[in-house]
């Protein structure tokens, strides 16, 4: 596979007849792995972004973070020695818990999806939000990426940072 090409791969197991075309989602993984400040584009990328139920989500949430509950997003970063260099990984999203999302925080829910995505992908390519700063710069880059695809700024003065915030909270039990 050459340098910059990519192998982007959608599965829907859910079923959710609400997600974009496959086409569409690629094209958010794909500009997620651009060019941002201080990084080159991403070389080759292997990713399956895979759509999942509830049931998964809160079974792989489980087994690989001992959590129980469907979080909206979870990242799979690997490296495999006889790989080339590069961005691989899976992501898993649960369209359930995006919808639910999307309306508690008055957004669409392709908008919301399209953060989610390249949220994960930011995930692959190492950025990480445990830390402020890291969460700070995290979150200016989704606003850059989210904002080109023409669907808005995910962090808005609408919608507060840590409400909108793609996290693992439990939902409320109330």
């Known amino acids: ?8 791969v959608v ?11 496959a086409a569409r989602i690629v094209r958010w993984v794909r500009h997620a792995l651009g060019p941002v400040p201080g990084r080159r584009a991403a070389p080759g990328a292997e990713i399956t972004v895979r759509f999942v139920s509830r049931t ?30 590069g961005v691989h ?4 999203i649960c369209p359930a818990i ?7 925080q008055g957004k669409s829910f392709e908008a919301h999806l399209a953060h989610l995505v390249v949220h994960g ?11 402020d700063r890291e969460a700070a710069r995290m979150e200016r880059l989704e606003s850059r990426l989210v ?11 609408e919608h507060p940072r840590h409400a909108t915030m793609p996290v693992d909270i439990p939902p409320s039990t109330a």
Do not use: C, K
């Open 121 to 131: 992908v930011l995930h692959l390519r190492g950025y990480d939000h445990l830390e």
């Open 11 to 21: 599965q829907n197991p859910s079923r959710s007849t609400r997600l974009p075309p």
């Open 56 to 85: 998964e989500a809160i079974a792989l949430n489980g087994r690989f973070r001992g959590r129980d509950y469907a979080p909206n997003v979870l990242s799979f970063p690997y490296a495999i020695d006889a790989m080339p260099a």
């Open 147 to 157: 904002a080109a695809l023409g669907l808005g700024d995910p962090w808005d003065a």
């Open 89 to 92: 990984g899976d992501i898993a």
């Open 98 to 104: 995006v919808s639910r999302e999307a309306r508690a």
């Open 1 to 8: 596979m050459p340098p910059t090409a990519h192998r982007i």
